[in-house]
Antibody
């Protein structure tokens, strides 16, 4: 069965960095686009970043552009999010999600909490 | 940017009742709209895609309708496990994906 397992979250000071990982299994990872989506505590969902199956096409939300970098390693069935210059407003649960039909998110991980606080 | 506005913010209903949730887009999204269910402490789950198609394993009591700018998610008879937050979502050119702010379906 499809599984997405995020890791790497934690407490970091403003201006700090963190790298999130998402381990995929149960499907041919290299065939699928992937995304990161976040949810601030008690708030709604916000799309963060997208990467094509080969990694050749990448998009970011304006709120993270220039600070976050998405990448993937198809040989390791893994998705990553490098987060630099973190701000308090980046505090959220970060989900990795599989993109389906180029439009929807059909499988999600359980999420990893990132807290940015001094 | 296409903005999705969901209403109501909260829906208070009893098990067995019918739930009708609305999602309005600031401009047409054709039929490219999805609905997700999220329970506390869990990741969202895809319920409906392309406005009216149920995702794999989703019970028939969930149905979606609409096109253009106005969409509806209907739960025909609420089960105890249906009390949750529901989000609509669309994909446009930029930003690539947006979500509505959510509708909480709570037990009355």
């Amino acid at each position: 069965q499809v599984q997405l397992v995020e890791s790497g979250g934690g407490l970091v000071k403003p201006g700090g960095s963190l790298r999130l990982s998402c381990a995929a299994s149960g499907f041919t990872f290299s065939d699928y686009y992937m995304s990161w989506i976040r949810q601030a505590p008690g708030k709604g969902l916000e799309w963060v970043s997208y990467i094509s199956s080969s990694g050749s096409t990448i998009y970011y939300a304006d709120s993270v552009k220039g600070r976050f970098t998405i990448s993937r390693d198809n040989a390791k069935n893994s998705l990553y999010l490098q987060m630099n210059s973190l701000r308090a407003e980046d505090t959220a649960v970060y989900y990795c999600a599989r993109v389906w039909q180029q439009r929807y998110f059909d499988y999600w991980g359980q999420g990893t909490l990132v807290t940015v606080s001094s | 940017e296409i903005v999705l506005t969901q209403s109501p913010a909260t829906l208070s209903l009893s098990p067995g009742e019918r739930a009708t949730l609305s999602c309005r887009a600031s401009q047409s999204v054709s039929s490219y709209l999805a609905w997700y269910q999220q329970k506390p402490g869990q990741a969202p789950r895809l319920l409906i895609y392309d406005a009216s198609n149920r995702a794999t394993g989703i019970p028939a009591r969930f149905s979606g309708s609409g096109s253009g700018t106005d969409f509806t998610l209907t739960i025909s008879s609420l089960e105890p496990e249906d009390f949750a937050v529901y989000y609509c979502q669309q994909r446009s050119n930029w930003p690539l994906w947006t979500f509505g702010q959510g509708t909480k379906v709570e037990i009355k």
